[in-house]
C-alpha cells in the first residue's frame, strides 16, 4: 500500500484485457494525456494490464502485463478497473470481485452487462462506486448517459437504431459494391469491428445485447436479453437487397423497442424489442447511415425526436467512449462522489412477436401459370392482408421471380399466409421475407 514507487496523486488503472479497444483506450490516453490531466485534475496511469498472451508484442512495457488478471483486481493500489476482455466468464467474476475491493469499474462488455448488468449495478450502488459502460452500445456514440440523464425526465415512446457495425459495413459493401458477405465480413474483421467470434454479429446476438441494455435504461426496467426477438442477416441476398433499392427501401439490420398500449392483438400492452433485418425507405434518416456508423434514434414524450450517431465500432471511437466514462470516474474520485449508477430492480415482460403490426416484403419463385398471381392474391386476403406493391421478374425455363410488399397487418397473420402460400403447387420456394418500417399506408 506504501510503495513509494506508487504515485498516489495520481488514478491507477489497472485494464483487464488489451486488444482493439484496450489499446484505442491506451492511444486516447496517451496522446491527449496533458489535456485530459487538465479537465480531471490529477493524471491518469495505465498501471497494469492483464491479457492472456504474455508473448505478443504490446504498446506498453512488459513490465507492467500480467497472465494474472486476479492480481490486478486485488491490487490496493489499483483505483479503478477498465475491463475490455470480452464474455461472460472470467470477466463478470472479475468486476465483481473489483468492486468488492472497492474499486470503480469501467467496461464495454455488452454481454456480461445485458446478461448480468442489474446484479453488478446494484453492488456498485451498494458499494457507492461508479460501474460505467458506455462503450458497451454504439461504439463512440454517446448514448447511456443521455439516457440515463438528460433524457430521463422522459417517458420514452420508441426507440429503434443500427446498434451494430459490423452487419452495417456488411450491407453497405453488399448494396453498393455487391460484394458477398463472407468478403465484407473478413474486411470488418480486418478493421476491428467485429467481436471475437463474428457470429455474435452476423446472427444478431451483439446487437440484440445492446438493445436490451438501451430498452432496460428507456423503460427503467430490466429487458431480459432472451426478450428481445433477435435475427440475423445472413437470409439477406443481394437480390433482395436489389429488390429492395427498385421498390425505394434499404435494408438495415434495426433494433426497434416500443412501449406499446393494450390493443386488440397486443392485449396486454408492454414494451416490444426485437432486432432483425428490415426495409426502411431512402428517404429515412437511417437508410443513410453507412458503413460502420450506427444511429440510434428515441421518441420521448416531452423531448420529442432525437437522434445519435457516429462510428459504432473500432479502437479509436470505442477508446473514446471508455476514456468519457474513466474521466466521469475520475472526477467522482477527486469530489468523493458516491457513484452514479441507475440500479434497476423490476423485470420487463416482453411482448410476443405475434402481435406486431408490420408490413412485410416477400420474395418468391414461381412456376409461370395462368391465374397464379390471383391465387395468391386470394391467400392474402384470406389472411386479411392487403397488398402495397409488387415487382416481377422472368426466370429462365418458364418460371418468374415474384416480390410483394404487403400494407401493415399483424405478424401472426402473416405467418399464416406463409403457411397456406407453401401449400400451393405452383410456388417453388419462399426466398426469403423481411419486415418494413415506416413504409407503405
Ligand atoms: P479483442 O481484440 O479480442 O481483445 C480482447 C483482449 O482481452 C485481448 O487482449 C485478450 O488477450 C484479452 N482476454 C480475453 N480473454 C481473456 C482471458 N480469459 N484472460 C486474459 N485475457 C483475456 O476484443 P475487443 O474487440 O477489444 O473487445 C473487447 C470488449 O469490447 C468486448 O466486450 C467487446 O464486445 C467490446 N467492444 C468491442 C468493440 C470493437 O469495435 N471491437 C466495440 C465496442 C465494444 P490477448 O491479447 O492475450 O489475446
Ligand atoms: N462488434 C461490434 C459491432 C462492436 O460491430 O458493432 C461494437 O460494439
Redesign the pocket.
Given at each position: 500500500m506504501n510503495d513509494p514507487a506508487v504515485d498516489t496523486a495520481c488514478v491507477r488503472i489497472g485494464m483487464?484485457?488489451?486488444?482493439?479497444?484496450?489499446?484505442?483506450t491506451w492511444r486516447m490516453l496517451q496522446d491527449n494525456r496533458a489535456a485530459i490531466a487538465k479537465k480531471v485534475g490529477t493524471q491518469i496511469e495505465v498501471a497494469r494490464v492483464?491479457?492472456?498472451?504474455?508473448v505478443?508484442p504490446r504498446l506498453v512495457s512488459p513490465s507492467i502485463v500480467t497472465?494474472d488478471?486476479e492480481s490486478i483486481v486485488d491490487d490496493p493500489t489499483i483505483d479503478v478497473i477498465v475491463?475490455?476482455?470480452?464474455?461472460v466468464d472470467?470477466?463478470g467474476r472479475l468486476i465483481e470481485r473489483a468492486l468488492k475491493n472497492g474499486k470503480h469499474v469501467v467496461?464495454?462488455?455488452?454481454?456480461?452487462i445485458a446478461k448480468q448488468g442489474s446484479r453488478l449495478m446494484r453492488l456498485a450502488a451498494k458499494q457507492g462506486l461508479d460501474l460505467h459502460f458506455e462503450?458497451?452500445v454504439g461504439?463512440g456514440i454517446p448514448l447511456i448517459q443521455p439516457l440515463k440523464h438528460q433524457l430521463s425526465g422522459n417517458e420514452v415512446l420508441k426507440l429503434m437504431g443500427i446498434l451494430n457495425?459490423t452487419t452495417n459495413y456488411v450491407l453497405t459493401k453488399m448494396q453498393e459494391e455487391e460484394s458477398d458477405l463472407d468478403v465484407a465480413l473478413q474486411e470488418a474483421q480486418e478493421k476491428?469491428?467485429?467481436?471475437?467470434d463474428p457470429t455474435?454479429d452476423i446472427d444478431g446476438f451483439?446487437p440484440q445485447y445492446k438493445l436490451s441494455i438501451l430498452s432496460s435504461i428507456a423503460f427503467n426496467a430490466e429487458m431480459p436479453v432472451e426478450g428481445v426477438y433477435r435475427e440475423g442477416i445472413k437470409r439477406v441476398s443481394k437480390r433482395d437487397i436489389e429488390f429492395a433499392d427498385l421498390l425505394g427501401f434499404r435494408v438495415k439490420l434495426l433494433g426497434i423497442a416500443e412501449a406499446v398500449k393494450p390493443t386488440g392483438s397486443d392485449e396486454a400492452g408492454g414494451v416490444r424489442a426485437r432486432v432483425h433485418p428490415t426495409l426502411i425507405p431512402k428517404e429515412h434518416p437511417l437508410a443513410d447511415v453507412r458503413d460502420v456508423y450506427n444511429a440510434v434514434w428515441i421518441q420521448g414524450d416531452f423531448v420529442g425526436d432525437v437522434m445519435f450517431s457516429g462510428r459504432?465500432?473500432?479502437?479509436s471511437?470505442?477508446g473514446s467512449?471508455v476514456v468519457g466514462d474513466l474521466i466521469d470516474v475520475c472526477r467522482n474520485i477527486q469530489i468523493g462522489g458516491a457513484g452514479n449508477n441507475m440500479p434497476i430492480d423490476n423485470l420487463l415482460q416482453p411482448l410476443s412477436m405475434d402481435g406486431l403490426r408490420t408490413a412485410f416484403y416477400l420474395r418468391m419463385t414461381v412456376q409461370d401459370r395462368p391465374k397464379a398471381l390471383g391465387c395468391i392474391a386470394t391467400v392474402f386476403g384470406n389472411c386479411n392482408i392487403s397488398l402495397a406493391a409488387m415487382e416481377m421478374r422472368t426466370l429462365p425455363r418458364g418460371r418468374g421471380e415474384i416480390v410483394f410488399l404487403t400494407h401493415p397487418c399483424i405478424e401472426l397473420s402473416f405467418h399464416r399466409s406463409l403457411k397456406a402460400l407453401r401449400n400451393i403447387h405452383f410456388i417453388e420456394s419462399l426466398e426469403n421475407w423481411i419486415r418494413v418500417e415506416g413504409g407503405g399506408a
Open positions: 483487464l484485457g488489451f486488444g482493439t479497444v484496450g489499446e484505442g492483464g491479457v492472456r498472451d504474455l505478443k497472465g488478471l475491463e475490455l476482455m470480452g464474455g472470467p470477466a467496461t464495454a462488455n455488452k454481454e456480461l462503450g458497451a461504439g457495425g476491428g469491428y467485429a467481436e471475437a455474435s451483439d459504432g465500432a473500432g479502437a471511437a470505442t467512449a
